[in-house]
């Protein structure tokens, strides 16, 4: 697993403040669309054989597929969706909370969501995969307590 793509920033409270200032550069939601689209085409390659049922993320309307490594020092994740927009979300959740310590991720409230307006900008299928995702993120953290 290619862990040394996540974390950019040395803290998840660090990386939300990254995304808000990013997010803030644009005027309109279609260029803040486009940006995460960028965004989830810089995801590091998920191999195909990751793309089973077992890694699959549900709760998602498109396919999410979401791997997990580590322990309580350090998890780490990789994941990939068939959705350009998702693969966006997925990378702003990575960038946060890949990388960092179990303890950090359960201590991470997701607040970049609200900050950069996203919670009012998705559809309902794709907030609910995010918030899937964010469950699974917080699900692997509790259980490597």
């Known amino acids: 697993m290619d862990a040394s793509t996540f974390p950019l920033e040395t803290s998840a409270i660090d990386a939300q403040g990254a995304i808000r200032d990013e997010f803030a550069f644009f005027g309109d939601w279609s260029e803040r669309y486009q940006y995460l689209i960028d965004l989830g085409r810089k995801l ?22 979401i791997v997990a490594s580590g322990n309580a020092d350090r998890l780490d994740f990789q994941a990939i969706s068939d959705s350009a927009i998702v693969s966006g979300l997925v990378y702003l959740a990575l960038r946060v909370y890949s990388g960092r310590s179990a303890k950090e991720i359960l201590a991470t409230e997701p607040d970049y969501i609200a900050d950069i307006g996203l919670a009012k900008h998705l559809s309902p299928t794709r907030s609910n995969g995010l918030m899937a995702l964010l469950g699974f993120i917080r699900d692997r953290a509790q259980q490597a307590l």
């Open 44 to 65: 590091p390659p998920f191999p195909d054989e990751w793309k089973s049922e077992e890694n699959r993320l549900h709760g998602c309307q498109s396919m999410v597929w």
